[in-house]
């Protein structure tokens, strides 16, 4: 089966950094990226890990452990406008190789002043 | 920059209608893909679409749902008899690699 866990809700201060962590079991690894989603709006891609270790793209990071089955996303310097869910999902290589994404539930941060 | 675009933005329609949702993916891209969210949900894998024809279908994606790319630019999702619970946020995407995903069509069923 697959399933992929992240926190639910986050509150960090305007400035600071914040990790979002994400673990997943999936049948068929393929990649794991990161969304962002503000409320109403369409998932804005952020970031993909398909080897373990450490992505960097200015202010976001995403690191990946393919044997712990875990992820997470390191937002710097918080700011106002990061406030939005951040999703996790892996693309799942299926028997079609299709490469459909599977979303966690999202985790809602919140930045405050 | 490219971008995924969709139509309409909103769509209200009463229980038991067809409705067609739009989708215009990038146009370098070969996998297609249309996703739900229900509100407060998570996002929900429908179905991929490459070399025309489904290549994967979820759960979700019974036989009141078809897709089609009828020309060289447009990947449309059909529901052919609308329920309430088809309410959602109706998301394609499209990829080379990475996924884009368009703003998404707001579908009400009254």
């Given at each position: 089966?697959?399933?992929?866990?992240?926190?639910?809700?986050?509150?960090?201060?305007?400035?600071?950094?914040?990790?979002?962590?994400?673990?997943?079991?999936?049948?068929?690894?393929?990649?794991?990226?990161?969304?962002?989603?503000?409320?109403?709006?369409?998932?804005?891609?952020?970031?993909?890990n398909?080897?373990?270790?450490?992505?960097?793209?200015?202010?976001?990071?995403?690191?990946?452990?393919?044997s712990?089955?875990?992820?997470?996303?390191?937002?710097?310097?918080?700011?106002?406008?990061?406030?939005?869910?951040?999703?996790?999902?892996?693309?799942?290589?299926?028997?079609s190789?299709?490469?459909?994404?599977?979303?966690?539930?999202g985790?809602?941060?919140?930045?405050?002043? | 920059?490219?971008?995924?675009?969709?139509?309409?933005?909103?769509?209200?329609?009463?229980?038991?209608?067809?409705?067609?949702?739009?989708?215009?993916?990038?146009?370098?891209?070969?996998?297609?893909?249309?996703?739900?969210?229900?509100?407060?949900?998570?996002?929900?894998?429908?179905?991929?679409?490459?070399?025309?024809?489904i290549?994967?279908?979820?759960?979700?994606?019974?036989?009141?749902?078809?897709?089609?790319r009828?020309?060289?630019?447009?990947?449309?999702?059909?529901?052919?008899?609308?329920?309430?619970?088809?309410?959602?946020?109706?998301?394609?995407?499209?990829?080379?690699?990475?996924?884009?995903?368009?703003?998404?069509?707001?579908?009400?069923?009254?």
């Open positions: 089966g697959q399933n992929i866990d992240q926190p639910t809700e986050m509150t960090a201060t305007e400035g600071a950094i914040v990790q979002i962590n994400c673990t997943y079991q999936t049948s068929g690894f393929n990649g794991l990226f990161w969304y962002q989603q503000h409320a109403g709006e369409a998932p804005t891609f952020l970031s993909y398909v080897l373990d270790g450490l992505e960097e793209k200015g202010r976001f990071s995403s690191f990946l452990s393919r712990k089955g875990y992820s997470y996303l390191l937002l710097k310097e918080l700011q106002m406008k990061d406030s939005a869910s951040y999703l996790c999902a892996v693309r799942d290589r299926g028997s190789n299709t490469g459909k994404l599977i979303f966690g539930q985790t809602t941060l919140q930045v405050k002043p | 920059e490219p971008e995924v675009t969709q139509t309409p933005s909103h769509q209200v329609t009463q229980m038991g209608q067809e409705v067609i949702l739009r989708c215009v993916p990038i146009s370098n891209h070969l996998y297609f893909y249309w996703y739900r969210q229900i509100l407060g949900q998570k996002v929900e894998f429908l179905v991929s679409f490459y070399n025309n024809e290549s994967e279908k979820s759960e979700i994606f019974d036989d009141q749902f078809s897709v089609e009828p020309d060289g630019s447009n990947f449309t999702l059909k529901i052919r008899s609308t329920k309430l619970e088809d309410s959602a946020m109706y998301f394609c995407a499209s990829s080379d690699y990475e996924q884009f995903f368009g703003p998404g069509t707001r579908l009400t069923v009254l």
